[in-house]
């Protein structure tokens, strides 16, 4: 694993979003990097990790990317890449990057399912300070007193004890991208941090965003697919 960071901001908040249920954290963080002025700050690579890089609109998307934005002093890690089998050492990622940067806080931003599709789904937050869950519970969320995290999330929490680690996770009834899902996380996330995004353009381009990661996951399955087919050429 290799962590490349060629800016090094001071006591930033670090929020990540990695592909999960929905989408929902991928979505978000991809909304807050069209819709906050963000610089490209550096890179997760795992050697493991499928050997590709998607390009999108002429500009080469990074499967783990790192970005900063100066007003809000916030670090933005976020993943495009399939990461199943590598949770862990993304977690690990994401903590180190932390250490480095002496970090005030981590946010987990995640879609949890929900059996029955809904005009507004739910949210809810698990927090580490009294003081975080107190101001996630006036943002709108609701305390997550049952429930199983799984992922990067839960990594991180299980790994990242030293570290003030919240998580905002929004119900999505489906695997397929969830933009009003992942609009929900945005306008508790705003809330909390106060950043003054507006979250309802996120809805109106909901079928754009939603197609350009479609998109860029959908030719990493092919570019997988063409692989696979070139191994099984080259044994037989």
Known sequence: MEIKLFKKPKNPIIINGFPGFGLVGTIATEFLLDHLKTEFIGKIWIDELQPMVAVHEGKLVEPLGIFY???????????????????????????????????????????????????????????????????????????????????????????????????????????????????????????????????????????KFEDKLKGIMQKGQEAEKLKDMKNLSYMG
Request: hydrophobic letters at 40%; aromatic letters at 8%.
């Open 69 to 207: 934005n100066k007003n809000y002093n916030i670090v933005i890690v976020h993943g495009i890449t399939a990461i199943k089998g590598f949770e862990w050492k993304i977690a690990e990622a994401v903590i180190q990057i932390s250490q480095q940067l002496n970090a005030k806080e981590i946010i987990c931003l995640e879609g949890v399912g929900s059996l029955q599709p809904t005009d507004e789904p739910k949210t809810y937050y698990y927090a580490s300070t009294e003081k975080a869950k107190q101001s996630l519970k006036k943002a709108g969320c609701e305390d997550l007193k049952e429930g199983i995290i799984m992922g990067v999330s839960g990594c991180i929490l299980v790994r990242g004890d030293r570290f003030l680690n919240s998580c905002i996770f929004a119900e999505s009834h489906s695997n397929l991208p969830d933009s009003k899902a992942a609009a929900k996380v945005i306008e508790v996330l705003d809330k909390y941090l106060g950043l003054k995004v507006d979250y309802k353009p996120l809805l109106e381009q909901a079928e």
